[in-house]
């Protein structure tokens, strides 16, 4: 059985089915998807739909992002955000005017059954953007920062390379799990569209929401697989600001 892991899709349904069918996955198969299925493309509530039926043929793991909170939020009470509105959520909008109440409801049950973060039997961990508790997700005081947090990817990135594990100012977060896979950061921001791997983190948003492709990585052997950028699946579209790289 292989355990993939699937990074951010921002509303791109037709990225996802080619991850997928690129990645030829079975019924032995493990899905992990770490959040963010919309706002961006113009394909959210399909991609929401595509999931579901995912869900009742596949083992799957649906990890809860940011974006995914907001549109739960919009979608329960219309709940007025601007920032939303301009990073993504504009074309979320837009997407809804075709769908009926009943889809509506699915979705919103979908999104309520979320989960913060996933940690597998080999202490591999699985969360949208990152937790602070230096005792682990467990201990986690701010469930929020499951999904909207940037600070273990920043420490990632700016840990010394040649510090030993066992030195005693070696950050105790990267010392808990074997390895963990994030999404929300896209890795473009450092000029990179494949997976990143810093310390014991695996970054996996490939900045699908963007320019970039999206990517399907197989936990243990890190082969992955990536759909065309999704500029190119949606040439008449703009994604989230025009493919600009500062994601919010």
């Not at 909008?93 to 979320?114: C, G, M, P, R, S």
């Not at 494949?194 to 052997?221: E, I, K, R, S």
Request: some cysteine; proline content about 4%.
């Amino acid at each position: 059985m292989r355990t993939l892991v699937i990074g951010d899709i921002h509303g791109g349904l037709k990225a996802l089915q080619q991850v997928v069918e690129r990645a030829s996955i079975s019924k032995n198969d493990k899905l992990i998807f770490l959040g963010d299925y919309v706002d961006g493309w113009s394909q959210s509530p399909q991609v929401l739909d595509y999931l579901i039926q995912l869900k009742n043929t596949y083992h799957c793991v649906f990890i809860r992002g940011n974006h995914d909170e907001l549109v739960l939020h919009w979608l329960q009470n219309y709940h007025d955000n601007p920032m939303w509105y301009n990073h993504g959520g504009e074309s979320t909008v837009v997407a809804y005017t075709k769908i009926t109440k009943k889809t509506k409801n699915q979705h919103i049950a979908f999104l309520l059954a979320l989960e913060n973060y996933h940690l597998d039997d080999q202490n591999r961990l699985f969360v949208h953007a990152g937790f602070t508790n230096m005792n682990g997700v467990n201990a986690e005081h701010f469930p929020r920062m499951f999904y909207w947090e940037r600070t273990l990817w920043e420490t990632a990135l700016a840990l010394d390379k040649s510090m030993p594990i066992s030195d005693p100012l070696y950050p105790k977060r990267f010392t808990l799990y074997k390895e963990i896979f994030i999404g929300h950061t896209p890795v473009s921001r450092i000029g990179k569209t494949v997976p990143v791997g810093m310390a014991n983190v695996w970054n996996v948003d490939t900045g699908a929401a963007f320019c970039g492709p999206l990517t399907l990585l197989d936990v243990d052997t890190k082969i992955f697989w990536q759909s065309d950028p999704l500029n190119e699946l949606y040439p008449d579209e703009k994604g989230r600001n025009e493919c600009a790289f500062n994601a919010k």
